[in-house]
């Protein structure tokens, strides 16, 4: 009884209704649709709204819950935990009206969300038409939110509905959401369902709950930055419409002249995005409002994240944000640490930026959220294209999150994580690197370790190289004698070869705080 009292607490905290007026039919939350995938061995939160004081009753399988409305016509039941179960059954909300949702299954739901390299579909994955024509696994289930920006937690939001993976289907889902749940189901053989709710170039503070972005007086700059370019907003969008103009008028004079001139325009006056203003994607706390309130309380097993490019130039502010996103949307669902797996940056080329390190400080502070509880990091620092921000192999990406869940959540045991610097020592005029998780043993592919580099005292690093010796590294570089810093894999694009015997890729890593 007091988990079930917790759950509605949590799930009847205040928000801001979608709807106004007096609701004349039972409606479910935006999740409970036809071919819904409930989360076994849990307590099911389900709810929806009715008039004020409607008595309503949920049916599930064997199970019979009431519930009444309250004043702003919000209710919720909690059914009793239930195992997996992949024969579909209805799920019905009776009041004056009823509502019934069809194929509801019991498994294993994951929660994807993040930026463009999450919402990336399979359609432009890797091998993308073989990919779809096997997609034949109607367990497999995916709910895509609809790109929503909200000033307040809203209660509803749009929904593509659950469907089904199949040839017909598959294409639209998040790749890497896909790749991970195939992986899952066919070791589980129990459904799998997907809440995917993500979009492309968002930075981290749009999904950050307004209760998270005022816990810690440091955030105040994401406010600061929002406020001057509300601002700046109506000027920037004036100037930017006229140029727009003009940009169009030689765009379509160079169309004229072929695709070559074309292309040559292109290339010497890229457009440029239009300036941020209300409604924008990057609001504060916009896209938590909009994408995950709505989606409290439902029960899931986890969260897989993948975004950071958005953050990569302030990336010494990442840390806090991301930690506090992970601990708020925990609290704000109400069920406990649950597992929280995210993806770290693959290699990438990015444009203007002389230090080349962006991405590396980016992917230094997604690793030190490894220090909250039950998280786990899959790493692309080896699957990248140098030239595009997406790339396409999400199957490795896909694979490697699903390790960890594997091993951590499912207790299939195996490697989930590559070589992770331990720590380092002097030997002469080379350095010691010891490192964990290096269980077969260290392997440098093809080559002798790349992307090395030591420095000494005057913090000017110069290329090394490194003799394995079982699970340490010992690295010197020719030009300095007394080195005291190491760094492996230091670049937003680097030559990353150093793996463990399970051919996971060793996190990039230094030794200094410089």
Request: hydrophobic residues 45%; neutral net charge.
């Amino acid at each position: 009884m007091a988990l079930s009292l917790r759950f509605l607490r949590l799930a009847l905290l205040p928000v801001v209704l979608a709807t106004d007026g007096i609701r004349a039919d039972v409606i479910l939350a935006p999740l409970f649709t036809d071919h819904a995938v409930l989360q076994r061995d849990k307590p099911v939160p389900v709810w929806g709204w009715a008039d004020a004081g409607e008595k309503i009753q949920v049916t599930f399988h064997e199970q019979v819950r009431n519930a009444v409305a309250a004043a702003d016509g919000r209710w919720i039941v909690l059914l009793d935990p239930q195992p997996a179960d992949a024969q579909g059954a209805d799920l019905v909300a009776t009041g004056k009206n009823t509502v019934a949702v069809h194929d509801v299954v019991v498994g294993e739901v994951w929660l994807c969300s993040g930026q463009s390299n999450m919402e990336f579909a399979v359609s432009q994955a890797a091998n993308a038409a073989r990919e779809i024509a096997g997609a034949s696994f109607p367990l497999i289930r995916q709910v895509k939110i609809d790109r929503t920006v909200a000033t307040a937690p809203a209660d509803t939001v749009k929904t593509s509905g659950w469907q089904p993976a199949s040839p017909q289907t598959a294409g639209s889902f998040t790749a890497v959401g896909y790749f991970f749940a195939r992986d899952i189901f066919q070791k589980l053989g129990v459904p799998v369902g997907l809440v995917h709710s993500s979009w492309g170039g968002t930075p981290i503070e749009s999904w950050l709950s307004p209760a998270a972005l005022a816990g810690d007086p440091a955030f105040a700059v994401v406010a600061t930055r929002w406020e001057r370019d509300l601002a700046d907003y109506p000027a920037k969008k004036t100037t930017y419409d006229a140029q727009f103009g003009d940009w169009r008028e030689a765009d379509a004079a160079a169309k004229k002249k072929g695709p070559a001139a074309e292309a040559a325009f292109l290339k010497g006056r890229p457009w440029k995005r239009a300036p941020r203003g209300p409604g924008d994607s990057w609001t504060p706390s916009g896209l938590f409002n909009g994408m995950i309130n709505p989606l409290l309380p439902y029960a899931l097993r986890g969260a897989l994240w993948y975004q950071g490019e958005s953050n990569a130039d302030r990336a010494a502010e990442y840390h806090a944000l991301f930690a506090a996103m992970i601990t708020a949307w925990r609290r704000h669902f109400g069920q406990g640490d649950f597992p929280f797996y995210w993806v770290s940056l693959a290699n990438y080329r990015v444009p203007d930026d002389p230090s080349d390190t962006t991405y590396a400080f980016l992917r230094e502070a997604q690793t030190q959220t490894l220090t909250l509880p039950n998280t786990g990091q899959a790493l692309a620092i080896d699957v990248g294209n140098p030239d595009d921000i997406h790339p396409t192999d999400k199957q490795d990406v896909g694979r490697r999150l699903a390790l960890l869940a594997k091993n951590r959540v499912y207790s299939i045991v195996g490697d989930d994580t590559g070589p992770t610097f331990s720590s380092v020592s002097r030997e002469g005029t080379a350095l010691r690197v010891k490192l964990t998780h290096t269980d077969g043993g260290l392997v440098a592919h093809d080559r002798p370790v790349q992307s090395l580099e030591v420095a000494g005292a005057d913090r000017m690093f110069r290329p090394a190289t490194a003799r394995i010796e079982r699970d340490t590294l010992l690295v010197s570089a020719p030009g300095v004698r007394e080195p005291v810093a190491v760094r492996y894999a230091w670049k937003n694009c680097p030559d990353a070869n150093l793996y463990d015997g399970a051919g996971l890729p060793a996190v990039p890593f230094r030794s200094d705080n410089w």
